[in-house]
């Protein structure tokens, strides 16, 4: 059972499995690069997988997880936030390569409730209950 829950025209309804694999399937089916596609994959996994709207990841886990250099980890990151799909709260005091500073990231609200529709839509053609008890 998830402990994560959305609020969606005045209902509340708890984001399950099937939620979390619409939204995979989301990731690996969009127009994205590589290199945002796996981003965005890291992120979910550190985040709704594990029941969390966030986590704090350091850039040089995150990088090596991904599997790209820092740079390009930094580029891919701007690129995702301003396509409103990724948000970051950056760690304070600068660039630094220590793997002591963490910055918090998630999956934007918008991208979150790009999946909420069509998971809704499935839900109810099958006769799933979706509201969050």
Same mark, same amino acid.
């Given at each position: 059972? #998830? ?12 984001? =399950?499995?099937?939620? *979390? #694999? ?6 690996? +089916?969009?127009?994205? &690069?590589?290199?945002? /596609? ?6 979910? /996994?550190?985040?709704?997988?594990? =029941?969390?709207?966030? +986590? ?25 936030? !301003? *396509? ?7 760690? *304070?005091?600068? /660039?630094? &390569? ?9 999956? !934007?609200? +918008? ?5 909420? =529709? ?7 053609? &099958? =006769?799933?209950?979706? #509201?969050?008890?």
């Amino acid at each position: 059972m #998830s402990k994560l829950s959305v609020t969606y025209h005045g209902e509340k309804y708890e984001l =399950d499995e099937f939620y *979390k #694999s619409l939204l995979f399937q989301r990731i690996m +089916d969009g127009d994205f &690069n590589r290199d945002e /596609r796996d981003v965005l994959l890291v992120i979910f /996994r550190k985040t709704l997988h594990f =029941d969390k709207w966030y +986590d704090r990841l350091g850039i040089y886990w995150l990088s090596k997880a991904v599997g790209i250099g820092q740079n390009k980890l930094r580029q891919t990151l701007k690129q995702l936030e !301003a *396509k409103g799909l990724l948000e970051v709260e950056h760690s *304070k005091g600068g /660039r630094t &390569n220590g793997n002591q500073k963490f910055s918090q990231f998630s999956l !934007a609200n +918008d991208f979150i409730f790009l999946i909420v =529709d069509k998971w809704l839509d499935i839900k109810m053609d &099958n =006769d799933f209950k979706s #509201s969050y008890e």
